[in-house]
T-cell receptor, first 114, second 113 residues
Framework: DGGITQSPKYLFRKEGQNVTLSCEQN?????MYWYRQDPGQGLRLIYYSQIVNDFQKGDIAEGYSVSREKKESFPLTVTSAQKNPTAFYLCASSLVPDMNTEAFFGQGTRLTVV | AQKITQTQPGMFVQEKEAVTLDCTYD???????LFWYKQPSSGEMIFLIYQGSYDQQNATEGRYSLNFQKARKSANLVISASQLGDSAMYFC??????????FGAGTTVTVRA
């Protein structure tokens, strides 16, 4: 089955530690996205990538880093510089250059700092 | 820069009635796409409907229709014949020429029996 897989579903992190969230897709999509969602709030864009080995900062990139070494993978690292990392993180992908195709989402990772 | 605004934090609707969710946007891109997604309490994101900036007709998908007014930069979602399963958070989104996909703050819809 084609889709996007995020792992783990739940993640606990100690303060001061870096943690990496996984996002893998087998849809052959070029574009991939990372969003942060706080309780009852909207999705805020962290990073996005249109093509392998290239990515752009979104609206809240500070304290996060990404890599895009493979088309199917777009891991997100939450660094110790992110002051309030507890949130729900969603990964998405979409076709390029078809503007009219929707983005497909993973099931999300809930990160909690303990 | 692109911006999506949803001004209704929450709405109540009676079962079987229609509800309109507001969305306005701002962009300098001549070509863009507008999307609506549904997020139930489980957290999954469900695609509902799409409208292209050059589309002449309003998009429709089953009980969902998009009221697109380009000059006003608005893309309101209409849900007809509401069902209890429609209770969820709804997000308006826009993708511009650089493929940046931005979302609004969302509107929570509660359907009453």
């Amino acid at each position: 089955d084609g889709g996007i897989t995020q792992s783990p579903k739940y993640l606990f992190r100690k303060e001061g530690q870096n943690v990496t969230l996984s996002c893998e897709q087998n849809l052959n999509h070029d574009a991939m996205y990372w969003y942060r969602q706080d309780p009852g709030q909207g999705l805020r864009l962290i990073y996005y990538s249109q093509i392998v080995n290239d990515f752009q900062k979104g609206d809240i990139a500070e304290g996060y880093s990404v890599s895009r070494e493979k088309k199917e993978s777009f891991p997100l690292t939450v660094t110790s510089a992110q002051k309030n990392p507890t949130a729900f993180y969603l990964c998405a992908s979409s076709l390029v250059p078809d503007m009219n195709t929707e983005a497909f989402f993973g099931q999300g990772t809930r990160l909690t700092v303990v | 820069a692109q911006k999506i605004t949803q001004t209704q934090p929450g709405m109540f609707v009676q079962e079987k009635e229609a509800v309109t969710l507001d969305c306005t946007y701002d962009t300098s891109d001549p070509s863009y796409g507008l999307f609506w997604y549904k997020q139930p309490s489980s957290g999954e994101m469900i695609f509902l409907i799409y409208q292209g900036s050059y589309d002449q007709q309003n998009a429709t998908e089953g009980r969902y229709s998009l009221n697109f007014q380009k000059a006003r930069k608005s893309a309101n979602l209409v849900i007809s014949a509401s069902q209890l399963g429609d209770s969820a958070m709804y997000f308006c989104a826009m993708r511009g020429g650089d493929y940046k996909l931005s979302f609004g703050a969302g509107t929570t819809v509660t359907v009453r029996a």
